[in-house]
């Protein structure tokens, strides 16, 4: 169910500390990490403490939630000193999404191309 965290989900159990990772945030909604696989030299998730599978499925139930994780995603640029950055949501395996618990990631501190992908 969504918002309940999920006895499968690898960021719910990051949110619950059985799984450690480098966190570099932490507010009452949110927790943000460093990614173990990183695209580029500052490649931050930023997920929200309750589980939710997608953005959308998120922005659709709790928006406030939603604006929180955008919010933070320029918290963790500003702490990174980042001049600019992309934010990036994937929303389903089709485009990219491994793990289904809403995150954004914030990528910084190189050159990025348009289009992505």
């Known amino acids: 169910m969504a918002g309940e965290a ?11 500390g059985h799984v450690p990772a480098t966190i570099v945030r932490e507010t009452d ?24 599978p997608n953005a959308a499925t998120l922005a659709a139930a709790d928006p406030s939630v939603i604006a929180d994780v955008l919010c933070e995603t320029k918290v963790v640029a500003d702490e990174d000193k980042l001049e600019s950055y992309r934010v990036v949501f994937n929303t389903g395996a089709g485009v990219g999404q491994t793990v289904f618990h809403v995150h954004a990631h914030v990528l910084g501190g190189r050159g990025m191309q348009w289009p992505p992908g």
């Open 29 to 52: 909604t949110t927790i943000a990490f460093r990614d173990i696989n990183p695209q580029a030299p500052t490649h931050v998730l930023v997920v929200p403490k309750a589980h939710y």
């Open 6 to 16: 999920q006895d499968d989900c690898l960021f719910c159990k990051i949110v619950q």
